[in-house]
């Protein structure tokens, strides 16, 4: 079982996972990204590369399935205006044993936010807005995985 | 070939993206990005820092050195920060 969405609306992680924990597996793990009121940050937009964005995530969950052998994988993504407070991201991964379930939860977000073609820009509550710079501890993050 | 671009390169050049015939010479990715800095001084400032600038051709990550060699779409952008 495997969904890949990306989305305007808001999104319930909890009921995205349900599904997962009704493979047979003994192991079900998230992930959930939140938008993060960063000293006066009101809200998060998220830019995208529509005719890239989900056939780049596809292929992570894909690499995913395959490396830990899962059952499910579910993945969501909101683009557009998200308040403070609010989901940005959910990752979800089921599997026979824990390891394989955390791992491959890990191995998403880490993936995702190297790879797939998203830009934050931030609104504060002063009027002013700032695009994201990307931190290299997470390249270091999504790196490690390839050389594992 | 169509060119996009994404978030401060997108802005910094004013257009989201744009059709351009590029000149024979013009073989691989950087030599795309140089050809466009001499374009304007809104591209000059997109471009202003190539180890900033991140590619996709067809949708596909590429790395600067890469060929063109018939690609369609060629994508400009900052290192992303989605998640």
């Known amino acids: 079982m495997i969904h890949v969405e ?17 493979l047979g597996g003994g192991a079900v793990a998230s ?16 830019e995208h590369y529509p005719a890239m964005t989900k056939a ?32 940005i991201v959910f990752v979800g991964t089921a599997a026979s044993h824990r390891a394989e379930a955390l791992e491959a939860c890990a191995y998403l977000i880490d993936r995702l936010k190297t790879t797939a073609p998203f830009w934050k820009k931030e609104h504060r509550l002063d009027g002013s807005a700032q ?18 | 070939m169509k060119l996009v671009y994404f978030a401060r390169v997108r802005e910094a050049i004013g257009v989201d993206s744009e059709e351009r015939d590029l000149p024979a010479e013009v073989q ?42 018939g690609a369609s779409e060629l994508a400009i952008f900052p290192p992303v920060t989605g998640g």
């Open chain 1, 6 to 22: 990306v989305t305007n609306g808001a999104f319930d992680g909890p009921t995205a996972l349900a599904p997962l924990s009704r």
């Open chain 1, 31 to 46: 992930f959930t990204g939140i938008a993060r009121d960063d000293g006066g940050v009101i809200a998060i937009e998220l």
């Open chain 1, 56 to 87: 780049s995530l596809d292929t992570l969950v894909n690499e995913a399935v395959a490396r830990w052998s899962l059952l499910g994988s579910v993945l969501i993504h909101r683009v557009g205006v998200i308040s403070v407070g609010e989901p």
């Open chain 1, 131 to 148: 695009w994201v710079e990307a931190k290299a501890s997470d390249d270091a993050r999504g790196n490690e995985w390839s050389s594992q």
């Open chain 2, 28 to 69: 691989t990715v950087a030599d795309c990005v140089i050809w466009l800095t001499a374009q304007g001084a809104n591209y000059a400032t997109a471009f202003s820092e190539l180890p900033r600038l991140r590619f996709a051709l067809d949708q596909q990550m590429v790395w600067e050195e890469t060929l063109l060699e």
